[in-house]
T-cell receptor
Framework: LAKTTQPISMDSYEGQEVNITCSHN???????ITWYQQFPSQGPRFIIQ???TKVTNEVASLFIPADRKSSTLSLPRVSLSDTAVYYC?????????????FGKGTKLSVIP | NAGVTQTPKFQVLKTGQSMTLQCAQD?????MSWYRQDPGMGLRLIHY???????DQGEVPNGYNVSRSTTEDFPLRLLSAAPSQTSVYFC??????????????FGAGSRLTVL
């Protein structure tokens, strides 16, 4: 099972770009990297997923280096509504373990 | 399309009582799972299932039972509630193959207090 390590918390001012890095040194060949966002009193929700290089959607970008031992979630021009806990999840494509275990996440606080 | 529905949203139990948290999904997902979330602990996997009739243990299975008789439903049973089981419980589902296997849809959560 790929274990993930993220910073516990981060602060950012409104309008800045925020980069949250997740370390996953023992990622397996079939593993995808998926990021989630969780607001207080809500369940986590999917943000973005990638396997290698760079992925971008309307919400965020995900950068994955060639060795795939880490990944960086990039949130452009954050606003107060981006204050949340962000989790990275590394798991198998279904060919192996189905134990999708989360780390403790990164609490992002956006400051006016 | 309701997604993942959890009931009840709130529940208070006394120590030793039993109860069942319900989870239902309407997306035809093969994979379903239960997590508990405690302050500062992130999400911890309790049990999961990759299809009807198939269940397995996660990180913290003690004190909980599950069954999967249909694709849609995955109830979580607390056999004899203890104060240590006070937590917020989330049910999640996804497809079981390919990249979509990691794209979990979560329910809104069930907040359980054991006195």
């Amino acid at each position: 099972l790929a274990k993930t390590t993220q910073p516990i918390s981060m602060d950012s001012y409104e309008g800045q770009e925020v980069n949250i890095t997740c370390s996953h040194n023992n990622i397996a060949t079939n593993d995808y990297i998926t990021w989630y966002q969780q607001f207080p009193s809500q369940g986590p929700r999917f943000i973005i997923q990638g396997y290698k290089t760079k992925v971008t959607n309307e919400v965020a970008s995900l950068f994955i280096p060639a060795d795939r031992k880490s990944s960086t979630l990039s949130l452009p021009r954050v606003s107060l509504s981006d204050t949340a806990v962000y989790y990275c999840l590394v798991g198998a494509s279904g060919a192996g373990s189905y134990q999708l275990t989360f780390g403790k996440g990164t609490k992002l606080s956006v400051i006016p | 399309n309701a997604g993942v529905t959890q009931t009840p949203k709130f529940q208070v139990l006394k120590t030793g009582q039993s109860m069942t948290l319900q989870c239902a999904q309407d997306m035809n997902h093969e994979y379903m799972s239960w997590y508990r979330q405690d302050p500062g602990m992130g999400l911890r996997l309790i049990h999961y299932s990759v299809g009807a009739g198939i269940t397995d243990q996660g990180e913290v299975p003690n004190g909980y039972n599950v069954s999967r008789s249909t694709t849609e439903d995955f109830p979580l049973r607390l056999l004899s509630a203890a104060p240590s089981q006070t937590s917020v419980y989330f049910c999640a589902s996804s497809y079981s193959q390919g990249s979509r296997a990691n794209v979990l849809t979560f329910g809104a959560g069930s907040r359980l207090t054991v006195l």
